[in-house]
């Protein structure tokens, strides 16, 4: 198994900035791809952006030019920067995982992110 555990979320003010960062451990043998997704109250949960072993990424429209997703490879540790925050961002934000070698995806708890002033 792989845990996945999100961390970094919080109150902001619209405008301002968070970094979250997800991190995979356990029975860990090639992670091809980390995501970001959120879910807002009494939405469904929806794709934020992606990030393959190779370093190509993908964003949703939402959130491209605002959001940036790195990864370190050496960690299997994911991060998404969040710039420019607007109140339609507050959501819970989960990290997903695909493993290859498990040929599994693996999902974090989450962690909420709430823009207000």
């Known amino acids: 198994q792989v845990q996945v555990v999100e961390s970094g979320g919080g109150l902001v003010q619209p405008g301002g900035s968070l970094r979250l960062s997800c991190v995979a451990s356990?029975?860990?043998?090639?992670?091809?791809?980390q995501g970001w997704y959120r879910q807002a109250p009494g939405n469904q949960r929806e794709l934020v952006a992606l990030?393959?072993?190779?370093?190509?990424?993908d964003y949703a429209d939402s959130v491209k030019g605002r959001f940036t997703i790195s990864r370190d490879n050496t960690r299997d540790t994911a991060y998404l920067q969040m710039n420019s925050l607007k109140t339609e961002d507050t959501a819970v934000y989960y990290c997903?995982?695909?493993?290859?070698?498990?040929?599994?995806?693996?999902w974090g708890k989450g962690t909420p992110v709430t823009v207000s002033s």
């Open positions: 997903e995982v695909y493993d290859s070698g498990n040929g599994s995806y693996f």
């Open positions: 356990g029975r860990i043998f090639n992670i091809i791809r």
């Open positions: 990030i393959w072993s190779s370093g190509n990424t």
